[in-house]
């Protein structure tokens, strides 16, 4: 299963071994998916804690079976960005958020549909 974290730096990526707090200024994206448990919405909220970043899951929904069907949340970097997005995740590819710590990011924050 995704776990739906990626931090990206540059042109390559690494994901949930970062030692650094946003060394190298990373894009940290999370892309919640149909494909989702608990488990690992839970995960995300550890490794964004680590990072800074409280993620806070205000609504969830599930199939009987436990993949993630709806999710309503808030996010806050810490650093002044923050934000909320809830959707029924039916065809959806990038829904989520965003956060790009680079100097020269087009748009350094999103929620949402990207």
């Known amino acids: 299963m995704l776990l ?3 931090f990206l ?3 390559g990526f690494k994901a949930h071994n970062c030692d650094q707090k946003f060394s190298n ?3 940290i994206e999370v892309v ?3 494909q989702m448990d608990f488990n690992n919405l839970a995960r995300i909220k550890l490794d964004l804690s680590q990072k800074g970043i409280l993620i806070n ?3 969830l929904e599930f199939t009987k079976e436990g993949c993630l069907t709806f999710i309503d949340f808030s996010v806050d970097c810490k650093d002044g960005f923050k934000g909320s997005a809830e959707d029924k995740l039916i065809n959806k590819s990038h829904f989520g958020f965003y956060r790009d ?3 020269d990011a087009k748009s ?3 929620t949402g549909s990207f």
């Open 32 to 34: 919640f998916t149909d």
């Open 101 to 103: 710590y680079a100097d």
């Open 108 to 110: 350094p924050f999103a």
């Open 9 to 11: 730096y540059g042109s």
């Open 25 to 27: 200024q990373p894009r």
């Open 57 to 59: 899951y205000n609504k």
């Open 4 to 6: 739906g974290i990626v």
